[in-house]
């Protein structure tokens, strides 16, 4: 039985993953474009022909095992710094699996001797089906842009009264950020499933639903996307401090 979606045999993709971690930022930074301290940054564009750079870069590098046993492993993975992510920090995931549920933390240091904007985010995806439920509360929904970049928001129903439970599947794209998400959401299956999602160190939400696919993504993220150049702006993480977030997937019968 997937709960979540099951990577294909023999892939390597992250894409095709159940799950990747967001570092050293979520979401999306138009066109790899930002300023920190009056100096301007180019990331490379890291998702095809799309026109942004998107989920940071930690999710396409190797991780190394630093820990493992049967049912936990702890990863690590560092950045020395670049021209378009000057700052050298150091990433670790703990994955731990028990008999009702799955626990992932992900915790990042900065280890170089200046401020490093810094956001965090986890991806996983969910299998779907036509009786698949989802209930969870925000406070708003941000819509987007053609070019899939937040541009005004609106009631956190509008897309879907999830506050009360709506079913996920459907014939358009949602692929939005809720903010003032209070931290838990709950996806009731058609076969008796219930698996109820919380994170610690995510004050948003972004769902992810293609056309009628056979997954869906529930992303909690410590900011909106395309924080670090509009007035909320990013976390600030000082020299040598660490910024952490942690996401529980717990499973029961109902």
């Known amino acids: 039985m997937a709960l979540l979606r099951r990577a294909p045999q023999g892939s ?13 930022y979520a979401n999306r930074i138009a066109h790899g474009r930002y300023m920190v301290d009056g ?12 026109p942004h750079s998107i989920h ?9 095992v630093l ?20 700052w050298a920090w150091r990433a670790q995931q703990h994955v731990r699996l028990s008999e009702d549920a799955l626990e992932v933390t992900l915790l990042v240091q900065n280890l170089g001797d200046s401020p490093m904007p810094c956001g965090l985010g986890f991806h996983p995806y969910f299998a779907l089906d036509g009786d698949t439920m989802l209930r969870f509360h925000a406070d708003t929904l941000w819509l987007s842009s053609p070019d899939m970049l937040p541009e005004r928001d609106v009631p956190a129903d509008a897309l879907g009264d999830w506050s009360q439970g709506a079913r996920v599947t459907g014939d358009s794209l949602i692929d ?8 838990a959401a709950v996806v009731d299956r058609g076969d008796g499933i219930r698996l109820t999602l919380t994170a610690e160190g995510a004050d ?6 293609p056309p009628a696919g056979d997954f869906f993504c529930l992303e909690p993220v ?5 924080a670090i150049n509009r007035p909320e702006g990013m976390a600030m ?18």
Do not use: C, K
Request: proline share 9%; net charge negative; hydrophobic share 35%.
């Open 67 to 86: 820990e493992q046993s049967g049912h936990d492993v702890r990863l690590e993975q560092t950045h020395e710094g670049d021209a378009g992510w000057p």
């Open 56 to 64: 940071g870069f930690g999710w396409q590098r190797p991780w190394h």
């Open 176 to 183: 939005n950020v809720h903010g003032g998400w209070d931290g």
């Open 222 to 226: 410590s900011h909106m996307p395309d």
């Open 12 to 24: 390597n993709d992250p894409l095709d993953m159940a799950s990747f971690p967001l570092v050293p």
């Open 237 to 254: 993480l000082a020299p040598g401090a660490t910024q952490s977030l942690s996401m529980m997937v717990a499973v029961r019968e109902i």
């Open 39 to 50: 100096r301007s940054y180019q990331l490379p564009l890291n998702f095809g022909d799309h």
């Open 204 to 209: 948003w939400l972004h769902v992810f639903r």
